[in-house]
């Protein structure tokens, strides 16, 4: 798929998460360390042990003294390379406990009515990412990759990247990111948002999830995406999605291991039941473990002759136990068990085997490879890693079946599991049947379908993928970066503008020396802008024009005073000072279409609210800036391919310039209008051309070598050479140009 690159693999990677892989308790004075339990961390340890990089988050536990401190440090340097981030009681309660689970996990997970917006939680969240960007700024060589993990760190990439904006950094969501109508609830959405775009590379599991993020992007902070890219004012950062894999081999291997092969064993004399279901999830109100039960009591009482013959082992780990919400949950799920086990128990059979707690990797293996069903059914799940564990421990006994919710980020790529739909008991207790009776050989076609996927898309591939793109956006960023007018640059610009005779300056107008406002006739050049313009005309070595798509009355009223020479509508009227009067570039350019074509602009126009008609003397203009990001561009797409149906074989020509479809005579564009000026007698010896849309590509077209092109914003899709962030920049370069 790619070739990785040298350089990028032989980096450090720098993980931070909420989490280190391990949880450190005190028992006595002694320190215990044990493994975190969590997808996050289950998954990413297999990578991190094997390529040693280094790891920063909160150890579970704060020092006692500075003895403690230095012992824990040690340890887990030496050991396990983490670094710890240290959390109060009270940063962890409000942070942690507040607005990562009791605000943005709820929200992601489309629970919004469980969401509390606190500002003072918002405060400490905050705070906390702050901390860690701290502890990163003290330990990055720059050289480094920084690799910034879930949702509870969402602003550290744009804190990290204030103070290193030469840091290469990616970012992962490993819960889904929410439609825009949900996402819109949040206080605090733009901040996110903004925190996230510090990165070179988000990676989300499913494409439904890049998607929704793209939409908040454009929706609420005006951001479009191009080829899967947004522009964050100097880099691109790229969102891409990267469903996580799991350590198959590990899995797979287990299985036959004297370890597992003893704990089946173990199993299958305690559970005595023909048929083993078996769910595995964290204790938490996303993963609908009271709908399995109640799925499962259906199935018992619609198909009563499984009674007696099935078990239900249900293994819930604890989680979030100092939230209420949660504490809630258990008993509601500790009262079900109660009475489905009531409900059903006969001497000799207990339905439902319920485990409230974390099994060692063994024992969790040995589940999961003597289960007949696995019961994987979250009401939302960023991925969910235990149907792909299942899959894997399944791949050597080749017998299971996977109930798998369609609301699962899995369900993407697991299309064999039988899928439902989490919050219908009735289909799934149908579900449950059906994957009981499904004969053996399509079980093993299933399973072995899905288990190769599973084995090849890996935890390593996930990760080395994520990385490869990372190095990729990183090489990208360095490159352009280079294209910026700065320093070296400018210092050159002002060499040979200095060491010119004869200058010309061709300068595009919107976006360029003004920036762009809701309406066209809002603009008007203000007084900087006046006295940049008349000083470099002073100059008699230099000959200024400004090329715009505005009609000549606009420039001639606004700028006609500054004596610079200008074009029109995009190239149809030129003003040159020795011809002292305006004149059309291609004589015998007619307008009469514009009558016909007029009321095709307005159908558009009533159709899409925000948007409007420009009328000129030779072109007619349809600006969608204020409309519906999403459908504005939808109907400027349906637009254009009317009208060029319509003008083929006409002398007319349609443009899709920045925010505004254009119709205008064919033949003429700011290109031509400018070689009026470069196809001069005597040569120029210095050229310069700045513009910011679409339609100033034209002009860098037909520039010669030496000229020096500058698009304004960053876009790398441009034939311009250089770049300059905004029409702020152009002004202080033209200011800066030195007097002769
Ligand atoms: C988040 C997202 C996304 C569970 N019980 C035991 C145990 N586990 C391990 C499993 C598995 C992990 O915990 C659970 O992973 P999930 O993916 O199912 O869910 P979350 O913890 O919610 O993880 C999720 C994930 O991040 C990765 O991006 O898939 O959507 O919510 O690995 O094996 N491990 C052991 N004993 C247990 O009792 N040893």
Redesign the pocket.
Known sequence: MFAPNKNIQDKRIVIASNRLPVSVTSKNGNLQIT?S????T??LSSFHSKKASLWVGWPGINPTSSQHKKELEETLQNNFNCLPVYLSDSDLRKYYYGFSNRTLWPLFHYFSSYCTFDASEWETYQKVNQLFCRKLVETLHPDDMVWIHDYHLLLLPEMLREIMPDATIGFFL??PFPSMEIFRYLPWREEILQGMLGADLIGF?TYDYTRHFFSSALRLLGKEQTYGKINAGSRMVTVETFP?G?DAEKFTRAVTSPAVKKEKIRIQESVNTEKIILS???L?F?KGIPEHLKAFERFLEKYPEWQERITYVL?C?PSRTKVQEYQQLKSDIDELVGKINGRFNVPGWLPVLYMY?????EE?SAFYSTADLALVTPLR??????AK?YLACQDQVGKGVLVLSET??AAAELSEAVIVNPRNIEMMAEAIAFGLSVPDDEKRERIGLMAQRIKKYNIFRWTDDFIHHLGRNMEDRIQNQQRFLMGKYQNEIHECYKLAGKRLLLLDFDGTLVTLKKRPEQVRPDSELIKILGKLKADPKNTIVIISGRDRNYLADWLGDTGVEMVAEHGAWIYKSTHGDWYLSEPGTTNQWKESLYPVLEQFSERTPGSFIEEKTYALAWHYRNTDPEIGDIRANELVDTLRTLLSGTHLQVLLGNKVVEIKPSGVDKGKASLKWLESSEPWDFILAVGDDWTDEDIFAVLPEKAWSIKVGFIPFTKADYFLKSSNDVRSLLKSLPST
């Not at 339990?37 to 996050?40: M, Q, T």
């Not at 707690?357 to 990797?361: D, Y």
């Not at 799940?381 to 235990?386: A, C, E, P, R, T």
Request: hydrophobic share 45%; charged share 20%.
């Open positions: 493994p339990v969590g997808g996050l289950t998954a490993h819960i599991h996580m799991i595995v999830d964290r938490d996303t293994l780990v707690r974390s099994l060692p990797f969790l799940d960023g991925m969910n890693l235990v564990e699962a980020g």
